[in-house]
């Protein structure tokens, strides 16, 4: 392993390890420390530990500011750790498994208390207030939701929780020709043996083990692999797309089927590349749609998904929605069956040509290729399609965020609503900030657990014109 490091020199006097009393929770999968011996002493950012522990750890990086560091020894330990699901993500391993040493139940818990402040510190105390303003607020934060049914397993503090979910996996061979994944904050790759995170039929590939994938193999191939919800699973090694038993096809797009039957529309298919962008968890792209439709079309702002009891959705069929980083059309194909206009923008021409077949029998449809800036926002904003301006606007952006000057653009157009999907909790403050800055108000939020036995999270938040 080759952690990355900061420039400062190293004291002689300084150690190697640390005995650390273990705080908070912060963004990026690390928890606040400070010397178990020295309270007021120096501020490290441990991974794999859990608030209230304490926790001989290994340092990886000296900042002037800050140390980093890796918990190798756990001296006191926290209720909510379990087993890890995944050992090969732990100290000195792989990135993408940080919190597997914690209960299903505690990383939701983390992962809210890690969003709540990020929306105070980043977003400021408007954003704070405004969040605790709504009727879904906790009194710490905003509750994250589990995505998708609980395991069979899944007793609530069980190890098993969680896994099997994702159905998209990147993995880079090794110099000696075996399947890895690149160590944490590092250009070394790791061999791995065990995918627990992935869906069972991509861990019934085999990827890891010799034999039919190991012979085409060579050093520093990425591997992608992608178990759609209609067919079997493909293998693409540096673009050359593979079937599950390792034989090359001129396949290149899969079918994704995705349950909408709580908004009214039933199933709906989409064809996608195969090496295109679509939500990892199996069941997110269902969640995503029924909650971010919900929050654009209802007539009630709502960021909850479908209840008992909630019924037919009712929507303005003639809404104009504007849709911003659109992808292959995960969200524009349920909201041009729903209302009269849906423009859209996307930068990847792939995803756009997807998008096209996915809605071409939708002539209300508009489908544009193209950066999201704050220029194009104005622009299409003024297209006749928009009829003086957008209804609605819905956007999920990249991890970064819209940013100021795009999401500045947004709230000049003056819609009456607008949908925020962030996948990043410091993204979603800054650019929610930005949108209360311009008059609006927010109405919902709502956080997902897409992402277990890492950090990462999804919101929804919806915004209005008082």
């Given at each position: 392993m080759s952690p990355r490091r900061t420039a400062h020199p190293r004291d002689a006097h300084e150690?190697?390890?640390?005995?650390?009393?273990?705080?908070?929770?912060?963004h990026g999968g690390h928890c606040v420390a400070r010397p178990a011996d020295d309270p007021g002493g120096r501020v490290v950012f441990v991974r794999h530990a859990l608030p209230g522990e304490t926790v001989r750890a290994r340092v990886t990086g000296r900042g002037s500011k800050v140390w980093r560091a890796e918990a190798v020894e756990v001296l006191e330990a926290s209720p909510d750790r379990v087993t890890p699901v995944w050992p090969e993500a732990g100290p000195g391993g792989v990135g993408g498994g940080e919190l597997s040493h914690v209960a299903l139940p505690a990383q939701r818990d983390w992962k809210r208390r890690v969003l709540a402040d990020c929306l105070r510190r980043i977003g400021g105390?408007?954003?704070?207030?405004?969040?605790?303003?709504?009727?879904?607020?906790?009194?710490?934060?905003?509750?994250?939701?589990?995505?998708?049914?609980?395991?069979?397993?899944?007793?609530?503090?069980?190890?098993?929780?969680?896994?099997?979910?994702?159905?998209?996996?990147s993995l880079t061979v090794t110099p000696d020709g075996r399947a890895g994944m690149h160590a944490f904050r590092s250009r070394t790759v790791l061999p791995v043996l065990r995918l627990p995170l992935a869906v069972p039929q991509i861990q019934a590939l085999g990827l890891t083990e010799s034999g039919r994938w190991r012979r085409r193999y060579r050093p520093g191939t990425r591997v992608d692999v992608v178990a759609p919800s209609v067919g079997e699973p493909v293998v693409i090694l540096d673009g050359a797309v593979h079937t599950a038993a390792a034989r090359p096809t001129g396949r290149r797009r899969v079918e994704e089927r995705v349950d909408a039957s709580g908004i009214g529309l039933g199933e709906l298919s989409y064809g996608v590349r195969a090496d295109g962008f679509w939500q990892v968890h199996r069941d997110a792209p269902a969640a995503l749609v029924d909650r971010v439709v919900r929050a654009a079309l209802a007539p009630v702002p709502t960021a909850a998904g479908t209840l008992p009891g909630s019924g037919r959705l009712e929507t303005r069929g003639d809404a104009r929605v504007l849709e911003l980083y659109s992808g292959a059309?995960?969200?524009?194909?349920?909201?041009?069956?729903?209302?009269?206009?849906?423009?859209?923008?996307?930068?990847?021409?792939?995803?756009?040509?997807?998008?096209?077949?996915?809605?071409?029998?939708?002539?209300?449809?508009?489908?544009?290729?193209g950066p999201v800036t704050a220029d194009t926002v104005?622009?299409?904003?003024?297209?006749?399609?928009?009829?003086?301006?957008?209804?609605?606007?819905?956007?999920?952006?990249?991890?970064?965020?819209?940013?100021?000057?795009?999401?500045?653009?947004?709230?000049?157009?003056g819609a009456r609503r607008i949908v925020l999907v962030a996948c990043d909790p410091a993204a979603l403050a800054r650019d929610t900030a930005v949108l209360l800055g311009a008059g609006y108000g927010l109405a919902a939020m709502s956080a997902l657990d897409m992402f277990p036995h890492t950090h990462h999270l999804e919101v929804v938040a919806v915004l209005e014109r008082p």
């Open positions: 150690p190697d390890e640390l005995v650390l009393a273990v705080g908070a929770p912060a105390e408007t954003v704070a207030r405004a969040v605790a303003g709504l009727p879904e607020a906790q009194p710490d934060g905003v509750l994250v939701e589990q995505v998708g049914p609980v395991a069979a397993r899944d007793t609530g503090t069980g190890a098993t929780a969680g896994q099997g979910t994702r159905t998209r996996i059309g995960l969200f524009t194909l349920p909201l041009a069956m729903l209302t009269e206009t849906v423009l859209s923008l996307e930068g990847s021409e792939q995803a756009v040509r997807d998008a096209r077949r996915n809605l071409h029998d939708l002539p209300g449809a508009h489908l544009r290729s104005r622009a299409l904003g003024a297209q006749e399609v928009m009829g003086g301006g957008p209804d609605v606007v819905v956007l999920d952006p990249p991890r970064q965020g819209a940013g100021q000057a795009v999401a500045a653009a947004v709230a000049a157009l």
